[in-house]
């Protein structure tokens, strides 16, 4: 590969990690330099409810098995008939991670690539053998009849047709057996005016229609994509009807709300007296593909779109703080002001409008006239993102985590069980199981709480574990919060979560059980703020004051069973530089493994090895994409397979269900403070300003990624 050469390196301010100022202010508007929301006094990690488990040592369960009932190899064939007219039917969709690991233990096997070091190049780094390519880029057309991409004249109505900016999660879905054609299905989290806009100086000079730009550059898209014959190698579908192609956006596309909370008080505005259509999704961060074939979205950092919130009604100010919107200013730093484009995000006037965002939302990409829904009963909380498995009962189980310092986990169990096979009715079904459930909060106890002190030291019984529950909050209508009402707990989730004594953790990134060993991975990024002043102090599960690095968390529901609400946890990652001794590589051998720092989105190839992406490497170099096995002698053995450009973030992954080709989104590179679209800190990918965009990387000799 030939590296391009750096422009002038800008000097950023990391704040958290090493993320740069200029990504704090625009990803979450600087939610660091905010208070922590969470305030609340609750007891986290009160009894040690097991004590079996601490003088074992690591807990390895044994493999769960067939989990997943109903669905393995001949996925959610549910889809067929629901193409759009004129399409061709669609076949099964096996989500990742579906195929069995031929006569091998799932997540045991090792890792074939050579590992690449840690860099700071302008470039996409893969290991030697491997090859990549931009799939799709911010500006490409998406809807047929898309014009052009035109940096100096960029228009909302371009925009609403084009690809979106700053991809996150990704999604691909199959279209046929035999693997050729597929869906994309990305995020677009946020923007970066400085670096789309050229000349900008302010969201004050930005002309109402830029700020429309923005918001049609937020949301999803959808694109239909096509193999390059007999290699990994993947690209858009460029000729011919492209029916399933579409794009959601924050400008105009709406929504149905779902579930117990859809039509309550809380969700009522002006525009919407019945509170079940909401216009604009926020802030799409991670998200998972189900087993029925659709994509869940998770709205994270919607509190930074709001304004006004010093002058709404002082019986909202609490909810409005618990979910990080300011309640003192009227613009808070870095706010988008896009109250000048649309009133319904000033909450002086409409209150109720920040309730309606912070959801799960789940699109049907194989039916492209579909309304997206925003399903109530997963309740309200900066969501990550959302994953499913169907647990042996057939009951669908979605993990998620609320991304915020010293907030929670959370799991929801559906009423209905998942129903097999390829019929209408069937797939009709499986489209209603996230609007009724039980939705949990985590509660994780410890095994050795009094040897815990910040450092990271590894506790005498040779593990950071325990045994935890999952407190319920609330099934269908009924409430278990006292003195909160079902729609009060679906709507202002984070206050049931206090009330219960829920574990405050390091920010709860992405939650993704492998759905071949049915265990959970949860992705804690970072959180500078653990142990320091007043903040809660160190735990087992969050054992590191001052938390730069992150960790991966474990998670064994009891008897295999993903609907259990008591489960074993540990930590089998403490992240950082090997050489550091507060890292922890489950056991590994650390002179082998790879650097890793801030880990932010989970994925498993097809034979269960587990795949983490990173936001913010703390260590120096660019963020990247790591694999380890989960299972045998290596487990733990961490290896980096790619690295991002300058500036940017490793988003997705996803690895296909032939394990030969791994998808990831390079989100906000060359975001460093100071660059512009006409001084890039990146001139990624294609050499002269910096675009966000999808890369494909694939084996040369067309081999499995990985094992
Ligand atoms: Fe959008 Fe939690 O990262
Ligand atoms: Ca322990
Ligand atoms: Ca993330
Ligand atoms: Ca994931």
């Excluded at 074992?56 to 369960?61: E, H, I, S």
């Excluded at 460029?238 to 596309?253: H, Q, T």
């Excluded at 109530?376 to 959302?386: C, D, I, N, P, V």
């Excluded at 990652?573 to 590994?588: K, L």
Aim: charged share 20%; net charge neutral.
């Amino acid at each position: 590969m030939s590296d391009r050469p750096r422009l002038l390196p800008l000097l950023g301010t990391p704040r958290h990690g090493s993320r740069d100022a200029m990504t704090c202010l625009y990803r979450c508007g600087n939610a660091c330099e905010h208070p922590v929301p969470n305030t609340s006094d609750n007891a986290y990690f009160g009894d040690v409810v097991n004590a079996e488990v601490s003088r074992r040592g690591v807990v390895r369960a044994g493999v769960v098995g067939a989990l997943v009932l109903g669905f393995s190899g001949a996925a959610a064939g549910a889809l067929a008939g629901a193409a759009p007219a004129a399409a061709a039917p669609v076949p099964p969709v096996p989500p990742a991670g579906q195929a069995a690991a031929a006569g091998r233990r799932p997540g045991s096997g090792a890792l074939s690539f050579k590992p690449i070091p840690p860099n700071t190049l302008d470039t996409f780094v893969v290991p030697n053998g491997y090859d990549h390519a931009v799939i799709i880029r911010w500006g490409d057309p998406v809807v047929p009849g898309a014009p052009d991409f035109n940096l100096r004249r960029q228009t909302a109505a371009a925009q609403a047709k084009q690809f979106g900016y700053n991809n996150d999660f990704v999604g691909v879905l199959p279209l046929d057996k035999r693997g050729r054609r597929a869906l994309l299905v990305v995020n677009h989290e946020y923007t970066n005016e400085d670096l789309m806009f050229p000349g900008f100086t302010s969201q004050d000079a930005l002309s109402v229609e830029q700020v429309k730009v923005a918001m049609a550059a937020h949301g999803m898209s959808v694109v239909e994509i096509e193999r390059v014959a007999g290699t990994g190698q993947w690209q858009v579908v460029d000729s011919g009807r492209r029916p399933y192609n579409r794009r959601v956006d924050a400008l105009s596309s709406k929504f149905e709300l779902t579930g117990p909370a859809a039509g309550s008080s809380f969700l009522k505005t002006a525009a919407d007296p019945k509170g079940r259509t909401v216009i604009g999704t926020l802030n799409n961060c991670a998200g998972g593909v189900t087993p029925w074939g659709t994509v869940l979205s998770g709205e994270e950092n919607f509190n930074q779109y709001f304004v006004g919130g010093d002058a709404a009604p002082e019986s909202e100010k609490a909810r409005l703080a618990r979910y990080g919107i300011s309640t003192t200013a009227r613009y808070p730093s870095g706010s988008r002001k896009w109250d000048r484009a649309a009133e319904r995000f000033d909450l002086a006037k409409h209150p109720n409008e920040a309730n309606r965002h912070g959801w799960v939302v789940e699109i049907d990409p194989f039916d492209p006239e579909s309304r997206p829904r925003k399903h109530t009963a997963l309740g309200r909380f900066k969501h990550e993102g959302a994953n499913v498995i169907v647990a042996r009962s057939g009951h669908v189980v979605a993990y998620m985590g609320d991304d915020e310092r010293f907030d929670y986990l959370y799991k929801f169990v559906s009423d209905k069980k998942f129903m097999k096979g390829d019929s209408w009715v069937a797939r009709k079904h499986n489209l209603t199981l996230l609007e009724s459930g039980t939705l949990y909060v985590a509660r994780l106890d410890q095994t050795s709480a009094e040897e815990i002190d910040g450092s990271g030291t590894l506790p005498s019984d040779g593990a950071f574990n325990g045994r935890g529950r999952w407190i319920k909050l609330v099934s269908g209508n009924r409430s278990y919060v006292d003195g909160m009402t079902a729609a009060e707990v679906l709507t202002f989730t984070r206050f049931a979560g206090d009330k219960v004594g829920a574990t405050k953790m390091d920010r709860p990134e992405d939650v993704e059980p492998s759905l071949l060993t049915g265990k959970v991975y949860v992705a804690l990024t970072n959180n500078s703020a653990r142990g320091v002043g007043s903040n809660p102090a160190p735990d087992e599960a969050n054992p590191r004051a001052a938390n730069r690095h992150g960790q991966i968390l474990e998670l064994v529901e009891d008897r295999g069973d993903n609907t259990s609400d008591t489960f074993r946890w540990s930590l089998p990652i403490v992240c950082g530089d090997p050489a550091d001794p507060s890292t922890y590589f489950a056991g590994y051998d650390k002179t082998k493994v790879s650097p890793i720092s801030c880990p932010d989105n989970v994925a498993f190839d097809a034979t269960g090895n587990l795949w983490i992406s990173t936001d913010g490497n703390a260590l120096g170099s660019n963020d990247g994409l790591f694999a380890t096995a989960t299972e045998g002698p290596e487990r733990g053995h961490l290896k980096q397979f790619l690295t991002v450009p300058v500036g940017a973030e490793t988003c997705g992954p996803f690895i296909t269900e032939d394990n030969r080709s791994v998808f990831v989104a390079v989100q906000h590179p060359g975001e460093i403070t100071g660059a512009t679209v006409d001084n890039p800190a990146s001139t990624w990918p294609d050499g002269d300003y910096a675009k966000p965009g999808v890369v494909v990387t694939w084996r040369l000799d067309g081999g499995p990624v990985g094992s």
